[in-house]
Structures are given as structure tokens and as C-alpha cells.
């Protein structure tokens, strides 16, 4: 079975603070991704990694960066939290089409 | 902008109905149509996916159904359970791409 852990399940931040969020996944997957989930909004895509050291801006980047230094592991940065950044995080894993799931951070920054 | 559009936000069903989610899409180069399953506290999991080759999918109790000329698909839950009340997205993508887009999601209710 696939697994993608991530490092938190919730997360209280205060505004202003630099957020790390991590993300493993198991299964030796090239790609990776960081969505964040709000509702009425679906799922929207922030970053992603195609393979180690290699990024790509999603749809919703702004405000965050990402690094992938080894396989496995995938992480989010949010420099400077504000409060429009409390969310649901989730991160993914892919093969061959199909989007392996973590069980998410639920971020609120106060 | 939204490159796919879900509809309804939310429907409620009495157990043994059948809730009825649809998608639409304006790329016309999407060839891969996932459906995806969230429980509460979980992330989501790959549910069922279509490719339009072909008009119709079913995986036990959920049914694909596919619209290639009018870009639009929907999920059939067939004989709903109250197991089955989850949030549901549907989502497009090319398949040698990386990115799939996401529908904004439907919460169904099976009531008991």
C-alpha cells in the first residue's frame, strides 16, 4: 500500500511566523504535490515537484516555496504566515496518473 | 479559474437512492477523468476513472458516466449507503501531464 504521512495533523501559527509542513511518501514516486483544500474551492494546486530538486509553481503559489532534497520528501514554506493562509494542506504522491493522498494539516494562523 | 466545474455543492439521499454528481470541462485535450473520495479527517482516495474512449464505468456500486461531446461526466452511487457520505471531487487532467484540476466537490448525505 501507498503511504504519504505528513508531519502534522493541525497546526496553530501565529501571523508573521515561517511554517514548515512535511510530507514522506513511501512508494519511490517521482512526482509530488501540495494542495490546499478550502471549501467551495475544491482542491487547488500550489507547488509541485516533477523530481528531486526540481519545482514547479501551481496555480495558487504566492506566498509560499517548497523544497525536495531527496526522494521521499516534499516540504512547504510559508515565509511570513498571515491569516488568509489557514487552511487545509494536503500532499500527494503520483503513478502513472494517479494522485496518492496524505491525510492533511489543518493550519489556523492567528 | 476553474477548469472544471462540479455540481451540486451538497445533496442529501435516504439509504438506497442514487445521488448524481456531475462535472464539466472545457479542455478538450483532458483524457484521463478521475473521481475522488474524502472521508472526514482523511485525505482524499482514488475512487473510480473514466477515459473517454469510453461512455460508461462501473466499479461496483459507482458508475462513470461520460458525455465526450458535451464534456461533461458524472458519478452514479448506486444503492447509497450511509458508508457512503463523503465529500466526492471530480477531476480532469491530460495523462502525460502531471497536474490534475479539481472540481470544487460535492458532500453527499445518505441518511439511514
Known amino acids: 500500500d501507498v503511504k504519504v504521512t505528513q508531519s502534522s495533523r493541525y497546526l496553530v501559527k501565529r501571523t508573521g511566523e515561517k511554517v514548515f509542513l512535511e510530507c514522506v511518501q513511501d512508494?519511490?514516486?517521482?512526482?509530488m504535490f501540495w494542495y490546499r483544500q478550502d471549501p467551495g474551492l475544491g482542491l487547488r494546486l500550489i507547488y509541485f515537484s516533477y523530481d528531486v530538486k526540481m519545482k514547479e509553481k501551481g496555480d495558487i503559489p504566492e506566498g509560499y516555496s517548497v523544497s525536495r532534497e531527496k526522494k521521499e520528501r516534499f516540504s512547504l514554506i510559508l515565509e511570513s504566515a498571515s491569516t488568509n493562509q489557514t487552511s487545509m494542506y494536503l500532499c500527494?504522491?503520483?503513478?502513472?496518473?494517479?494522485?496518492?493522498f496524505g491525510p492533511g494539516t489543518r493550519l489556523l494562523v492567528l | 479559474q476553474q477548469q472544471v466545474k462540479q455540481s451540486p455543492q451538497s445533496l442529501i439521499v435516504q439509504k438506497g437512492g442514487i445521488p448524481i454528481i456531475n462535472c464539466a470541462y472545457e479542455?478538450?485535450?483532458?483524457?484521463?477523468f478521475p473521481w475522488y473520495q474524502q472521508f472526514p479527517g482523511k485525505g482524499p482516495a482514488l475512487l473510480i476513472a473514466i477515459r473517454p474512449d469510453v461512455s460508461e464505468k462501473k466499479e461496483g456500486r459507482f458508475t462513470i458516466s461520460f458525455n465526450k461531446s458535451a464534456k461533461q461526466f458524472s458519478l452514479h452511487i448506486m444503492d447509497s449507503q450511509p458508508g457512503d457520505s463523503a465529500t466526492y471531487f471530480c477531476?480532469?487532467?491530460?495523462?502525460?501531464?502531471?497536474?490534475?484540476?479539481f472540481g470544487a466537490g460535492t458532500t453527499v448525505t445518505v441518511r439511514a
Open positions: 479542455n478538450t485535450a483532458f483524457d484521463y
Open positions: 500527494a504522491s503520483r503513478r502513472i496518473g494517479t494522485q496518492y
Open positions: 512508494m519511490d514516486h517521482e512526482n
Open positions: 477531476a480532469a487532467s491530460k495523462e502525460d501531464d502531471y497536474k490534475l484540476s
